[in-house]
């Protein structure tokens, strides 16, 4: 690609892990939209040495554009604004046109909250100071935009909550000095091909086969396994390559069809929501804790095929609330296929669904025997016609792991019942 960006997280809460850092893949995933490449994600804490550094050394890597998050509120500890303003070589000055539309903003939370008005004027006053001749991007909360033209790459300056970043977004790949930047950055576009129950191994010797026949150097194709089954193909391209794309997915789809589940990028949550159209769902849960309740409700609409749940984690509530005989949990064992089939059929009976699920498992870490070792699962999914999806696989990972990937299976398993297919072996 010929334009190249580097992007600058910073904060110290995202940087000692309290919390995760949502913008620096968000805005790089938005550049390979537009054709730039990030070379580089750097997170820095809240100290004006370390994001000097930063910047400077992104600088010196050669790129194009770079792009801050955070650091612009109206504390102390806020520096992102002087700090670019340092290294652009600008004086910072009040931009008082945006001192009045941060007041006109905060003024209503304000009296709600009972600020003190010296407190308030101080910090918007902080907030209005930009960098001289930069660019000053209407603030989606309290914190505006900027964009600084520099003697190297062009700065681009954005608040650190998600939301009020995606929503300024626009306007800051559209200001003039970036839009300039942009100009030179490829055309291109992104297909992506999900499959799930495939190793990353065998992927990789299968492009590696592809490769033998087909020349795949002009596309830059990633790979990710996500929810450790699900593994997604992310195939970068230019429209004048689009054949060769075509004969990729041929390729892929040839050896692996069984195992694609999408090819337009969809998530398997979204894509059991659809198939659940005109019908319904109920749950029965134990190791998974009301995770897969969780997943089926997320998406808007979910009324309209979820019935309800229940969390049996312990063995008097899949006796009591469920009605799973004793006897066969005292036979089987509660985590056993016979008692999550028992799960999945009183889920569906009780509610009145036309699908039931029942998930029982050993999340771990402890609990485990040689016989059931943790990460052992035990899922069934069935409907009133008799069809029946049942399996019992033994899942890696920690405790969060294991829950995670037990909803991610019940999902694929859901999707295959409603299409009529078996679960590839």
């Known amino acids: 690609m010929s334009v190249r960006a580097g992007i600058v997280v910073t904060g110290t809460e995202v940087l000692s892990g309290r919390v995760a850092d949502r913008n620096g893949p968000w ?31 992104l600088r010196d890597a050669g790129v194009d554009l770079i792009f801050t998050t955070g650091g612009l509120g109206p504390t102390a500890d806020d520096l992102t604004a002087e700090i670019v303003a340092g290294f652009a070589g600008r004086e910072l000055v009040l931009d008082e046109a945006m001192e009045r539309r941060i007041t006109e903003i905060v003024a209503g939370f304000a009296r709600r909250m009972r600020f003190d008005p ?13 960098p001289e001749g930069a660019l000053a991007l209407d603030p989606a909360g309290t914190a505006p935009g900027l964009v600084v033209a520099t003697d190297g790459p062009v700065v681009v300056v954005l608040p650190g909550p998600p939301r009020e970043l995606q929503a300024m977004w626009p306007a800051a790949v559209a200001a003039p000095p970036v839009a300039a930047v942009l100009v030179d950055a490829g055309s291109y576009a992104i297909a992506t091909m999900k499959m799930f129950g495939v190793p990353e191994s065998t992927l990789a010797k299968t492009l590696r086969e592809i490769e033998r026949t087909i020349d795949l150097t002009p596309l830059e194709i990633t790979t990710c396994l996500r929810r450790g089954a699900e593994l997604e193909i992310d195939v970068r391209y230019r429209e ?35 198939l659940l159209a005109g019908r319904s769902i109920a749950v029965a849960e134990s190791c998974t804790g009301g995770l897969l309740a969780a997943r089926l409700s997320a998406l808007p609409g979910a009324s309209g095929y979820l019935k ?38 009183a889920a569906r009976e009780r509610f009145g669904a036309d699908l039931g699920v029942g998930i029982t498992g050993i999340a771990g870490p402890g609990g485990g025997t040689e016989e059931k070792p943790v990460g052992y699962v035990c899922i069934c999914v069935l409907d009133g016609a008799g069809n029946l999806l049942a399996r019992d696989p033994q899942l890696p990972g920690g405790r969060d792991d294991v829950r995670d990937r037990s909803v991610s299976v019940a999902l694929h398993m859901i999707r295959r019942l409603l299409i009529g297919e078996d679960l590839p072996v």
């Open 118 to 130: 010296e407190g308030l004027r101080e910090g918007t006053r902080k907030q209005a100071m930009v």
């Open 27 to 57: 805005v790089s995933e938005r550049l390979g939209e537009l054709g730039c490449e990030t070379s580089h994600i750097i997170c820095v804490g809240d100290r004006p040495g370390d994001l000097r550094s930063a910047l400077a050394f």
């Open 240 to 274: 004048s390559e689009v054949e060769l794309r075509d004969s990729l997915f041929l390729a892929l789809r040839e050896r692996h069809g069984r195992f694609v589940y999408t090819e337009r990028g969809e998530t398997i949550d979204a894509l059991v929501a659809q």
């Open 308 to 345: 309800g749940g229940v969390v049996s984690y312990s063995n008097e509530a899949k006796i009591d609330l469920l009605g799973v005989p004793a006897r066969l949990i005292e036979r089987e064992g509660a985590v056993s296929p016979p008692v999550a089939e028992a799960m999945a059929t």
